[in-house]
Every structure is written in C-alpha cells, then in structure tokens.
C-alpha cells in the first residue's frame, strides 16, 4: 500500500493538470488515513479574480451538509429529547403539508433516509434572517405527496429543512448556531462558514456554470441558493481538511480529538445502518442510511455523500475497515472526471480498492416497453418529458423551472436506450455520467407512475 506521503506527491504532480484537463477551475482534496491527515490544492477560486485556490480556501459542500444535519438531530437523541419512531409533528406541531394524513404519520427517521414522500426539491426563497428555515418550513403547507410514507426512497432536501427547523425547536437557537456550537466548536474547525457573511472572511471560493452547452464554465451570478434550505446544504462551506474533521468523528465513534464525546457511538452505529434499498443510480450507492449514502465496494463498506449547489460539487467517502476518508472540493467543469481519477487512485493506492465503475450504455440496447415510459414526469424544479421521434428513437426533454432557469441555456435533449427492463440509460455522457432513470410504479393503466433518478418524479397528470 502507499504512504501519504507518496499520495502527497501524487496530488503535487497531477492534481493541475487534471483541473485544467477536465475544465475545473479549482479544487482540494483532503486524505485521512489512521488519524493523519494531508491535503492539497490547485486552480483558482474564481476566474473573475485569478485568486488561488489553498488548502485553507472554503468550498460549499452543498448536500453533505446533510450528514452534519443528521448529527444534530442525533445528538438530540443521544440526550432523550427526540425519539425517531414518533411523528414529527409529536415535536414539530407547525409541519404541515397538502396531505394532512401523510403530515400527521412522517417520522424523524422517514426524514433521515429521504422516504418521507412529500415533494422535495422546493426552493422558496424566505429571507436571510435567521427565521429563514421557521419561514420555509412555512411554505410547504401545499406540497404534494408523491406516494405513502415509508413506501419508498425520493430524495427530498425540503425534509432536511424540516429537520433543520426540528433542531431550532428542540434546542431553541438558530439552525447556525446550532451548528457552530455543537458541531463547529467541539471540532476545533478553523476553516468552516454556515453562510455568505462568513465565508468572505474566508478565500471563499466561487461556483462555475456553462453559460452555453459546451461553453467554457464561467463565475455563477449567484453564490448560495436560499438560507431556508441551510439544513439541506444550501450554505455551509468549510476546507477539505475541516471536512475530514467532521469525518473522523463518524470513524472514532463520535468522540472528537481531545476526547470528548460529541456523538454516542450507539448512534454513529445507527447512522451507518440500511435503512432502504435504493434504485440502481449511477452515483448512488446501493442503499440510505440515517443521513449517510451506504456503498457496496466489492464487498467493503463505504458510507459518503454527495453535494452540489450552484457550480461547486463536493464528494466525501469513507472507509471504516480502513480508517480512510477522502474528500473532494470542487467549483465547476467537468468534476465527476476529476472524482473518478482521484478517487480511483487513492482508495486503490490506500486500500487495494477498486472504485466500482459507473453505468454505462450496453451494447445491445435492451427492448422497452414504449407506452410504459412516454409521457411527461413533473416536479417543482423541472418537467421531464420522455418521448420518441419517426425514428423510434427515445429522447428526454427537459424544461427547468423557478431558480433553475436562471442558471444556464434549458439542457439539450438526450437521447436514451434501454438499460435493463425497468430502466433506460442516456447514450451520450453528461458531467461524465451516463444517467440512468428507471421507471417504476404504474399509474392504473399499465404506465409508469414514477421516473425514478434519485427523486421520484410523479406522472403529471393528462
């Protein structure tokens, strides 16, 4: 196996050049491994500016935020103020949704693994005071359900706010401080900012876009999506090596570096622990925990998470069997390429593992049933329209909607072909992934209810 140090040197020597290789602006990467850490730096934080990026320099995490949002509410359980079994409106009166049925069973722990089933990707802008989250959580009082409670994983960041306002109550400070006091501060972390205010006092850096399709990236016009979803991943932005911090903590079953106790070690367990099985989805892994995406690397048990927010994409794995965490910090291009060739080599290099590769087309495209997926899929940021041309081709059209049409040209249509018989798969890679989208549930006349792509897309309705 490798030593750090020979990782070290491997950062030195390649990182530049796949940034510059792959369109990325700038990046970080942090190793842990045994308790030692090391990290490394390259590119710029903005092109606007030229500002170097460092090993210092804060990158939005975006969803990762998510797990640091799990642990709150896990410390709530530690002291016997939260039970995850019972509604959440046993501690949430105020959670209120367009299915008064569904608002009255969902459960904390529904909210943990994404199986809630209310509509998640809702962005409603609620100010930048500190009752932003309260406000948000205010708005989704005519979000739709998309299936029964506990039926199924959707990915839903709206239930991460939920949660977030959850945390507010039960501890009665802002969200923010919540996390700065019981998270931040028992960490020692030196490099980490929960909003915009902070971040400046940090080199921050900068989300990149691609104004035009194949368009070099360029500096997003907006920095952070709404302070209302902060507990979702809307804000928070900290180092890589502050992002190890955090992740230690999950490998040294809850207990900081002076040795205090930040997190039962009963509850680190649990948060490890499948909670439901997922969709075959590319970057997914193969199963959710409680706040932890859970992979399968032949045979090895890998918990992370993902992020992305307006042009930064952030990637964390880590490996228990191992003591091995790495984490990936970057602002725009081409970044799964980047994921890929880092991650790759340094959990081979690290731990003799192999990065399991992502789907790709077959080929020999397997026959579909046409009239199962054709129709339109509907959500509050996008309608996905999957159709077929005179050809007989299959395309999917995608037409963003509310903040999303702010942040580029309306996406091309893609072409797909069949991947397996609940599923199609796009021909062309995008970001370096071919996307897969399986179709499931039927809607009474032998049609797909959902297209499935991480969240569950509910047919719209004719």
Known sequence: MATLSEIETWLQDRLAALLAEHQVPGAAVGVLLGGEVIDHAAGVLSKSTGVETTTDSVFQIGSITKVWTTTLVMQLVDEGKLDLGQPVRSYLPEFVIADEAAAAVITTRQLLCHT????????????????????????LSTTTQLFPPGEMFSYNNAGFAVLGRLVEVLRGTPY??????????????????????????????????????????????????????????????????????FAKLHLDSGTAADGKAVLSAASVKAMQEPQV????????????????????????KVIGHDGGTIGQNAF????????????????????????????????????GLTLPPLPTPPAEPVPVDVDRVLGTYS???????????????????????????????????????????????????????????????????GRALYLHSGRALRRAAV
């Open 116 to 139: 809630a089933g209310f509509e998640g990707d809702i962005f409603n802008e609620t100010g930048k005071g500190d009752d932003a989250v309260e406000k948000f959580v205010a708005t």
């Open 176 to 245: 923010d401080a919540a996390l700065r006091e019981h998270v931040f501060t028992p960490l020692g972390l030196a490099h980490a900012a929960t909003d915009p205010y902070e971040a400046i006092l940090h080199r921050a850096a900068v989300g990149h876009i691609q104004p035009e399709t194949d368009a070099a990236p360029v500096p997003a016009p907006i920095w952070a999506m709404t302070r209302g979803m902060a507990p979702a991943g809307a804000m928070l932005a900290t180092s890589a090596r502050d992002l190890l911090a």
């Open 277 to 300: 099985k997922l969709p075959a989805l590319g970057m997914m892994g193969e199963s959710w925990g409680l706040g932890w995406e859970l992979f399968d690397w032949g045979g090895t």
């Open 316 to 351: 964390l794995r880590v490996v228990p069997e191992h003591g091995l965490a790495v984490a990936l910090l970057t602002n725009g291009g081409e970044t799964i390429e980047v994921y890929k060739k880092v991650f790759g080599h340094l959990v081979q290099e690290l731990a």
């Open 379 to 445: 959500c509050e940021v996008a309608d996905i329209t999957v159709r077929q041309d005179e050809d007989g081709k299959i395309w999917l059209d995608q037409t963003p909607k509310g903040i999303f049409t702010e942040l580029g040209p309306k996406p091309d249509p893609v072409e797909l072909i069949g991947r397996d018989e609940q599923s199609l798969i796009a021909v062309k890679a995008e970001h370096g992934m071919h996307q897969p989208h399986v179709f499931v549930g039927d809607d009474g006349s």
